[in-house]
């Protein structure tokens, strides 16, 4: 297997595009198929402030490192969710390359609410661990942006995530979902950032020899809580469907993009409206946030982060963390 630009040797083949390339040229054609989403759909336009959503996945880490390669300064944003033998390594390697990028990193500590891991606080609150967590994810990532002036909040998400999430959104016709995913959801009121997905045509396995091919450095466990995800099964069902018919995924998610999002976004607008607590976004009068800090009997100071900075670290410090 040839490159088809060069002739040296292929380290990947692309089927979807009936190619091979060498690895210069597939992070080439990965950075400009990246670049290409960004400007064609707006993702990040002059004048805007990106922070990047990091978990220290090969995702999130090859979007922020890409990035800030293309020319995008961006820092990162991460939620601790106390979950042992995982939480810290993924800080760990965020913190790797928030060195190796120079920019700094918000982090927000699950513990702060009520001392508890992810698990133990949806225990309290009586939900499964991904639904706290997704709930709590979107609260304080959007509220880093608007504290700390970041127009925008940049996913690692791919075109597997988004392939999975729409098939299961589709499947049990989950209305209140769809139309709702965008590769770009604008910001509003002040109180919303604008929220994009880069990499939402590049596959989960092309992003992994992307950051491979650069020597990230990412964790490769899963969140625990991820075992058995139904997203899982769907995303086993479309590499299948894609192994038969290559393109599948593209064509799923760019068929919803062009033909169900238009006629959807003015009713999310229109059911809006803002918490009369702390004054983000909510459907109801008081946002799923403000009710856990009123379960938990706490107050919003609790809604805090940390800053990591390696430019006010010196090299010895840095060396020693
Ligand atoms: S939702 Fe669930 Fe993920 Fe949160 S608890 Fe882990 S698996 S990280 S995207
Ligand atoms: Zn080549
Ligand atoms: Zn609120």
């Known amino acids: ?23 210069p040229h597939f992070i080439s054609f990965l950075e400009k198929r990246t670049l290409n ?26 979007v922020w490192f890409m990035l800030n390669k293309l020319g995008y300064a ?11 033998n995982y939480s810290d390594i993924s800080f ?8 190796l990028l ?54 690692g998400h791919n075109i597997d995530d988004e392939a999975s999430a729409l098939f299961g959104n589709v499947l049990y016709w989950k209305e209140e979902y769809l139309g709702k995913k965008n590769v770009v959801l604008e910001a509003r009121h002040g ?11 590049c596959s989960e396995r092309d992003i992994a020899a992307y950051a491979i091919l650069n020597n990230i450095d990412y964790i490769r466990e899963e ?18 469907l894609e192994q038969l018919s290559p393109g599948t995924k593209i064509q799923f998610v760019k068929g919803y993009l ?10 999310i607008k229109n059911t809006e409206n803002f918490c009369s607590k702390c004054g983000y976004p909510t459907y109801g009068s008081i946002c799923n946030m403000c009710r856990v800090l009123e379960r938990l009997n706490i107050g919003e100071g609790h809604i805090c982060f940390d800053e990591y900075d390696p430019s006010v670290l010196d090299t010895t410090e840095r060396l020693m963390t």
Request: glycine share 6%; hydrophobic share 40%; net charge positive.
């Open 37 to 62: 989403t960004i400007n064609k759909y707006r993702l990040i336009e002059n004048g805007e402030k990106p922070i990047v959503a990091v978990s220290g996945g090969k995702d999130s880490l090859s």
């Open 258 to 267: 062009k033909s169900f999002i238009k006629n959807r976004q003015e009713d």
């Open 102 to 155: 120079m920019k700094k990193v918000y982090s927000f500590d699950i513990k702060r609410l009520s001392d508890k891991g992810i698990d133990g606080l949806a225990k309290i609150l009586k939900r499964v661990p991904c639904s706290a967590c997704g709930m709590i994810k979107r609260y304080v990532m959007n509220r880093v942006c608007i504290e700390y002036g970041y127009t925008t909040l940049v996913t």
């Open 92 to 99: 760990a390697k965020i913190e790797k390359m928030a060195d």
């Open 191 to 201: 109180h919303l950032s604008k929220k994009v997905k880069p990499f939402f045509l």
């Open 1 to 23: 297997m040839k490159c088809r630009v060069c002739g040296e040797p292929a380290v990947i083949s692309l089927k979807a595009y009936s190619t091979a390339l060498c690895a």
């Open 74 to 84: 961006a820092d990162g944003v991460y939620i601790n969710l106390g979950i042992e």
């Open 223 to 240: 969140c625990p809580f991820s075992v058995g995800a139904k997203t899982l099964i769907y995303k086993d069902m479309l590499n299948r």
